[in-house]
T-cell receptor, first 115, second 113 residues
Framework: ETGVTQTPRHLVMGMTNKKSLKCEQH?????MYWYKQSAKKPLELMFV???????ENNSVPSRFSPECPNSSHLFLHLHTLQPEDSALYLC??????????????FGSGTQLSVL | TQLLEQSPQFLSIQEGENLTVYCNSS?????LQWYRQEPGEGPVLLVT?????EVKKLKRLTFQFGDARKDSSLHITAAQTGDTGLYLC?????????????FGQGTILTVHP
């Protein structure tokens, strides 16, 4: 198993659909993250979980709802998205969430298209 | 609000050429990381620099952290087609910022055979 696995790799959904993105890490890390990568914009941090507690929520719209049932799994539940939410959604994990030299391990991402 | 700028935004070169990409900020950071992202994949950490003036080498890649810890450069010697990708710098404010790395917009490097 690779370090951080994301499913699905590609997702097309309508604005009224409800879908979920899944992330699983096999590295024994304590922190997990959701990032959004849009064309022509830097990577944007969405949520951070440390030891299954949400410690960061960067003013993300409520149509994005994260869930971290344990330290190995992270979900991003999506509902009533907008076309501008189309992007690559990346999951990452790290040994710890704080400190000056956190090393992020990323999954391959879910390419989301909202029609 | 810190400003983070990577330059150039695009770089297209022939195999065997040398190149340098830059990451500049108005803020001082405790550390800085460089990642490479290949098409269809997530970013992969290349290096972390911590000390002002620090130079680290990774095969043909040389990373330098500025003396004032506000900027960094990545130099690639004799580029290969496998170096093609998006190069992202990510300074870290450290402390209890929950790994809140600030990513630059990146440099898209294309190395032609």
């Amino acid at each position: 198993e690779t370090g951080v696995t994301q499913t699905p790799r590609h997702l097309v959904m309508g604005m009224t659909n409800k879908k979920s993105l899944k992330c699983e890490q096999h590295l024994g890390h304590n922190a997990m993250y959701w990032y959004k990568q849009s064309a022509k914009k830097p990577l944007e941090l969405m949520f951070v979980y440390s030891l299954e507690e949400r410690v960061e929520n960067n003013s993300v719209p409520s149509r994005f709802s994260p869930e971290c049932p344990n330290s190995s799994h992270l979900f991003l539940h999506l509902h009533t998205l907008q076309p501008e939410d189309s992007a690559l959604y990346l999951c990452a994990s790290s040994q710890d969430a704080g400190g000056s030299a956190v090393k992020l391990f990323f999954g391959s991402g879910t390419q989301l298209s909202v029609l | 609000t810190q400003l983070l700028e990577q330059s150039p935004q695009f770089l297209s070169i022939q195999e065997g050429e040398n190149l340098t990409v830059y990451c500049n900020s108005s803020s001082v950071f405790s550390s800085l990381q460089w990642y490479r992202q290949e098409p269809g994949e997530g970013p992969v950490l290349l290096v972390t620099v911590v000390t002002g003036g620090e130079v680290k080498k990774l095969k043909r890649l040389t990373f330098q952290f500025g003396d004032a810890r506000k900027d960094s450069s990545l130099h690639i010697t004799a580029a290969q087609t496998g170096d093609t990708g998006l190069y992202l710098c990510a300074p870290n404010a450290g402390g209890t910022s929950y790994g809140k790395l600030t990513f630059g917009q990146g440099t898209i490097l294309t190395v032609h055979p």
